[in-house]
């Protein structure tokens, strides 16, 4: 397939700069010679919207790493097909569960959509990317896949795994983008850790120490049935996967609820599928980790300026909670 320009849309985390890179490994482009835009999937149709202009017959658009979202999918749905008139290749690389309906839609924009949840995001573009690319499945793309999966699948089974999850979760002088970006500059170039990331681990783990005292004193607790624990995100580490496995076993909870100011959910959860309450609250993700943004009522923001951020936790704890009672909190995973 011959391509004029690539353009990458993938998630912000670790799985979507492992994706990010694979999409240069399979198409054989270099950083410099390609479009890296950073999204989430409630905002995924807001970044198409802003290149799309720039997209041109001939190029190929590749997203990775993002599901459906209520908010987003219908707009996003439509520009693909606008996409697509022009020209325009497009695959979607995802390790989400999507509804049957939603991929069938997403088809008939002419896209390519590539769904496989045996293995992280990372991992369906190298995979099936190679393929499809005539790219030879290296043995390097075996260990970026291995490292990578082991921390967005919460196997920890190789030992880069927790290093490079924090590392991805690092906000630095920088700005974020730009951190993400060098990340896929040095994974494409095939190295996978060196000193410079060593040292910003280091300056993580300080920060992440000292912010888990405050994200414990920001929590508010629900009692059975459905036991959540919601808090407030800091600013910086730690992320919201440590956060949740944290307040999951320090208070019994089933859910943990992970609060960002603007209204952005974490869920996690050990044995409740906390993904039939995010497509509740318009978001979606994971049976075990999943996520979305809701609006904060007047009444919790002026509530939290005047008595602190425990405030949010209780409102996001309390919601979370009656939309797991009405899903049925559903167990056994």
Not at 92 to 107: G, I, M
Not at 312 to 328: F, I, N
Request: proline share 4%; with cysteine.
């Amino acid at each position: 397939m011959t391509i004029n320009h690539l353009y990458i849309v993938t998630h912000t985390d670790l799985d979507g700069v492992g994706s990010a890179t694979g999409a240069l490994l399979v198409t054989g482009r270099s950083p410099r010679d390609a479009t890296i835009v950073y999204a989430e999937p409630y905002n995924i149709h807001e970044k198409l919207r802003d290149i799309k202009e720039y997209i041109s017959q001939g190029d190929l658009l590749i997203i990775s790493d993002l599901g459906p979202n209520k908010e987003s999918f219908g707009e996003t749905v439509k520009i693909l097909e606008e996409l697509n008139n022009k020209g325009v290749k497009i695959e979607w690389y995802d390790h989400h569960v999507w509804p049957r309906e939603l991929v069938e839609k997403a088809k008939a924009t002419g896209a390519n959509i590539i769904i496989d949840t045996s293995t992280c995001a990372t991992g369906v573009v190298l995979r099936h990317g190679s393929k499809i690319h005539n790219m030879e499945f290296s043995k390097y793309m075996e260990e970026l896949e291995a490292a990578i999966c082991a921390a967005d699948l919460w196997r920890w089974d190789h030992y880069l795994a927790p290093r490079l999850f924090r590392i991805a979760d690092t906000r630095y002088e920088e700005g974020k983008e730009a951190w993400r970006n060098r990340l896929v500059e040095k994974f494409v170039s095939g190295t996978l850790w060196d000193e410079e990331l060593e040292e910003k681990l280091h300056e993580y783990v300080n920060l992440e120490l000292k912010n888990f005292n405050q994200t414990y004193r920001n929590t508010y607790v629900t009692q059975a049935p459905c036991r959540v624990a919601a808090t407030v995100k800091p600013q910086g580490p730690p992320s919201n996967s440590f956060i949740g496995a944290s307040l999951l076993s320090r208070y019994q909870a089933d859910i943990a609820v992970i609060i960002r100011d603007n209204g952005g959910i974490s869920l996690r959860s050990k044995n409740v599928d906390v993904q039939q309450i995010a497509l509740k609250l318009g978001g979606g993700g994971h049976p075990r980790a999943a996520g979305a943004k809701i609006r904060i009522p007047l009444l919790v923001n002026i509530g939290r300026r005047l008595l602190g951020p425990r405030v949010l936790s209780w409102y996001a704890a309390r919601l979370v909670r009656r939309v797991a009672l009405e899903t049925g909190c559903v167990h056994g995973l």
